[in-house]
């Protein structure tokens, strides 16, 4: 269904509205970019190239460590330990990491090389010991996100160990994600960092209008549309209620709209 919906956006855009969709910002769902290449909606000479929406690849990340907690649990790791647990992969590490990993992309606009190597920088450090520093990669500079590289800038020595790094089991398992989250070429399509951050607050006010949990009339969803673009926010609460209500009237068989 998206990728009908996708489709037929590119088909009427230059129509519509006298412009051409390009890049295409993606979530990860390549079924919508392929649906719409095989359109060819601009012709064949027109080529569409594809982008990722660099906050979807980042929580990917954090999805990803959290799928392996999932797959792993219940299976010992040689050592005789879990993925997770105390002094293991822990939610708190897991959240740092992606937002570490987050960072590791947008602090490289414009350059998938240096991209892919924070990404692989992420593990080391996070894995480093006193006896084994593996900071070498960690990205340089007084505002790193590593306090032994910032010590290194600023001539500090404001660094402590850290505080259980992830034993080697557990980087085996962890080491293919990051291979394939901080794959040069997959990076490539995250260079221009471009996100659907403005598409998503938009769809979050207009679900709130026309909640998609419940069914809400082709007429409500387009009011909610058009409101959301043209009504100031003390009017929109009001239709935000008004619309409510009515959805609330047609579970009762009522119809307002
Ligand atoms: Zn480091």
Known sequence: MESAGATLLYQQSV???KLRY????????SKAYTAICEAQPYGLAVFIPKE???AHVTKRMGTGLRKLLADYKGKMLSGGKGLGGTRRLTHNRMDTIQNVYGRAIRDNKGNAKEMAKATHAILKHYSSTLEEPKHNDCPSGPTSWCSFQRDRANGTNCHKPIKNPLPDAVVEVLQPLFNRLGDETFLVGCENCYTQNRNEC???????MAAKEMFSSPREISLAISTRASAPPTQIFSLLLALRYNQKCLKLGKILI
């Not at 938009?202 to 709130?208: D, F, T």
């Open 15 to 17: 129509r519509l509205r």
């Open 202 to 208: 938009l769809h979050h006010v207009i679900w709130g």
């Open 52 to 54: 990722e929406c660099i």
């Open 22 to 29: 390009i890049p295409y910002i993606g979530d990860g769902d």
